[in-house]
């Protein structure tokens, strides 16, 4: 086997490596956001704000060390995290106004 091919085989391997976490990632995201959304009712039924920054900033300041620990940019564990909170805000806010909708028919 020629060097070119056994880096074609060994790149096959790494991508399907790469597949693998790719869809353990997406599956993690489903079930936080299966979370996230029980939380949402509880916090519209509760009438409690969308976002909880105290919470927000505890999580951050959380991830960024998780993310050090592993050898992780703590910045890009921070913009993911940030991105995902504000879906999160998104969903619910969403939920509270469907909650609100849904008492006043």
């Not at 079930?31 to 999580?59: H, I, M, S, W």
Request: charged content about 35%; hydrophobic content about 40%; proline content about 3%.
């Amino acid at each position: 086997m020629s060097a070119s091919e056994k880096a074609m085989e060994e790149l096959r391997s790494i991508r399907g490596t790469i597949d693998n976490l790719d869809a353990a990632l997406v599956g993690v995201l489903a079930e936080r956001f299966k979370a996230t959304q029980r939380v949402g009712e509880l916090k519209a039924r509760n009438d409690l704000p969308a976002g909880d920054p105290g919470r927000e900033k505890q999580q951050i300041e959380r991830l960024r060390h998780l993310a050090a620990d592993a050898q992780l940019d703590p910045e890009f564990a921070e913009k993911i995290l940030n991105f995902i909170i504000s879906e999160v805000i998104r969903h619910h806010e969403r939920i509270a106004e469907e909650h609100r909708t849904g008492q006043d028919a």
